[in-house]
């Protein structure tokens, strides 16, 4: 999966479970940031979320789960 495509999976996800439109969640998530495997073990991707304090909360949310069933992610 690449970053492109997890940001996808992220903003369908979040539009599916909490309504609004793909433009609102797409800026509230942001870019997937993907990181080097050999510093970041465990799970090597990350977003920097903004919007609402209930957007905020509700990608939070999603990121937790999303981070087990998809660890690594390749750039692009």
């Known amino acids: 999966m690449t970053a492109s495509d997890l940001e996808h999976l992220l903003i369908t996800r979040l539009v599916r479970q909490n309504g609004g439109t793909t ?11 993907v990181r080097d495997r050999k510093t970041h073990p465990h799970c ?19 990121l937790d789960d999303v ?10």
């Open 23 to 33: 433009q609102t969640w797409r800026r509230a998530v942001g870019k997937v940031i």
């Open 44 to 62: 090597n991707w990350d977003v920097r979320p903004s919007g609402t304090e209930a957007q905020r909360a509700a990608i939070e949310s999603l």
């Open 67 to 76: 981070r087990l069933e998809c660890a690594f992610v390749e750039a692009g």
